[in-house]
């Protein structure tokens, strides 16, 4: 379970204008506003993030390619946008891009291998049996659409409440909801497919 400390009063909390005049000097090169934005935004994204990946280490290292992209691209940042959502699309793309890479699983993943583990208890064959249905999980995982795979892993995996996951993806709860339902069909079809889940049978993957 991730747990992370209470994040500190972002920037966006405080007056418009205090943002605004922090990112135009950062946009003008002043590295002191930018070390002020970084500051103020670094342990919310990383809630977020952490939220994604299941694995705090791992959601340090994400937060701050993260973080590094925006700088790089702090230019063509649209202020009429709250900072913090555009800070969050960059991390939602960096995290897709780290899923996307074959052979690295999340804690978050693992979930399903120990949830097997734990129903098969001390039958080797069944243990094997098991992990390889983990195994074949987790690559139908990597085959969902990112928007459908986010809603699961959220929902199913680490197991947050319906709003706590929307907010998580800036979506709406029945937005979420569609989601989820989409990618639990989906893997239960691809499941069926490959021979793990019978026609008939029902319920989560």
Request: charged share 25%; glycine share 6%; with cysteine.
């Amino acid at each position: 379970m991730v747990t992370l400390a209470p994040d500190p009063t972002p920037t966006d909390g405080g007056p418009d204008g205090l943002l605004a005049a922090l990112v135009e000097r950062a946009r003008a090169g002043d590295m002191h506003a930018w070390a002020r934005l970084y500051q103020d935004h670094w342990a919310r994204l990383l809630r977020h993030v952490a939220y994604l990946t299941g694995d705090v280490t791992t959601a340090e290292d994400l937060v701050q390619e993260t973080f590094a992209q925006a700088l790089a691209s702090l230019a063509r940042y649209d202020a009429r946008a709250p900072f913090f959502a555009w800070l969050r699309g960059i991390a939602v793309n960096v995290v897709r891009k780290h899923w996307r890479t074959r052979g690295r699983r999340t804690r978050a993943y693992t979930k399903v291998e120990a949830t097997t583990d734990a129903a098969t208890g001390a039958d080797p064959e069944s243990g094997h049996l098991s992990k390889l249905r983990a195994q074949t999980l987790l690559a139908v995982l990597d085959d969902l659409p990112e928007h459908l795979r986010e809603a699961f892993v959220l929902c199913d995996l680490r197991d947050m409440s319906t709003e706590e996951a929307a907010t998580e993806l800036g979506i709406s709860p029945g937005n979420l909801r569609v989601r989820a339902t989409r990618a639990r069909a989906r893997i239960r079809v691809a499941l069926t497919e490959l021979g793990w889940l019978s026609p008939a049978e029902g319920g989560a993957p």
